[in-house]
């Protein structure tokens, strides 16, 4: 199935979305912290699309939060392990402070939500629009639990609809800022063949790192995951610009059938952009090598 760009799913999501095409970046909050009643660490506040780094000892719980956008979206929480260790999400818009016998206590009311495992050994919480307990313009509390001492991303999303790319079509403008994702997604169109995606950075600046993840129908054995690639969490990735062009980036795979379709990540690496902390740069997707590098 091919998505008409910027309609996701049809006409009916693109009327519900605005028909949203191109490229933003929607900030839902900064690092911060909430006022503390429980004489605990403050809560880190997540900003949407933006990895923060986690760690915690065994049998602690470490607390986020996040506020949801006065638009109705999806949102989900993702947790992407670092070291091995188990962990439990609970996510809670009625407790500052969500904890697992908290949830079990309050008997499946509504406005609490637990992580289910995912693939790359992670978990992940995902708040439908249309849960009971979704509300608009709300903070929602995290509560990461850990077994054993652990090592972490997290993540939370308003799930923007990701805009189509388009095999063999033109190039799309995009940028994305310091240790944050911009997402996008396309149909392959074709089978047993090469998929190229590259991504061309503005010139004099370098840094980017792109991840891509094919989106399995009913998850993988029966799994279900996210389609969205994370750090930990993709099926193919490039961290390094292609030999003797410093600014572009390719990654390259085989389709195995036309419908088959892939999530791309663009990724800002921290701390190595000369050109500021937003990079600027182009992505396209073609069934051809990128060409040599530029005269």
Not at 123 to 134: F, K, L, N, S, T
Not at 207 to 217: E, T, W
């Amino acid at each position: 199935q091919a998505w008409p760009a910027g309609g996701y799913g049809g006409p009916a999501e693109a009327r519900r979305t605005g028909g949203y095409s191109g490229v933003r970046v929607e900030v839902i909050a900064t690092l911060g912290s909430i006022d503390d009643s429980y004489g605990l660490a403050p809560a880190l506040q997540l900003a949407s699309y933006v990895v923060t780094d986690g760690s915690q000892g065994p049998l602690q719980y470490k607390y986020y939060y996040f506020r949801s956008p006065t638009s109705r979206r999806d949102l989900t929480v993702q947790l992407t392990q670092n070291s091995i260790c188990l962990t439990d999400l609970i996510v809670s818009s009625m407790d500052r402070r969500p904890t697992r016998s908290k949830m079990a206590a309050a008997g499946g009311a509504v406005g609490w939500w637990k992580s289910e495992a995912t693939l790359g050994s992670g978990r992940q919480v995902i708040i439908r629009d249309y849960d009971p307990g979704y509300q608009e313009g709300a903070m929602y509390y995290i509560g990461v639990y850990s077994v054993t001492s652990c090592v972490y991303y997290i993540t939370a999303r308003i799930d923007i609809p990701a805009p189509n790319l388009i095999l063999g079509g033109p190039a799309a403008a995009g940028l994305v800022s310091a240790t944050s994702f911009t997402i996008y997604r396309f149909v392959a169109g074709l089978s047993s063949a090469n998929v190229y995606v590259t991504v061309k950075q503005r010139v004099l600046t370098q840094g980017l790192a792109v991840y891509v993840k094919y989106c399995r129908p009913g998850g993988l054995g029966g799994v279900a995951s996210s389609c969205v690639p994370t750090l930990l969490d993709h099926d193919y990735q490039t961290t390094t610009p292609i030999a003797g062009v410093t600014t572009w980036y390719s990654v390259s795979f085989e389709a195995a059938a036309p419908e088959d379709l892939f999530y791309v990540a663009v990724y800002g690496q921290d701390g190595t952009s000369t050109g500021g902390p937003i990079y600027y740069y182009t992505i396209e997707v073609s069934a051809d090598p990128p060409p040599g590098p530029p005269s």
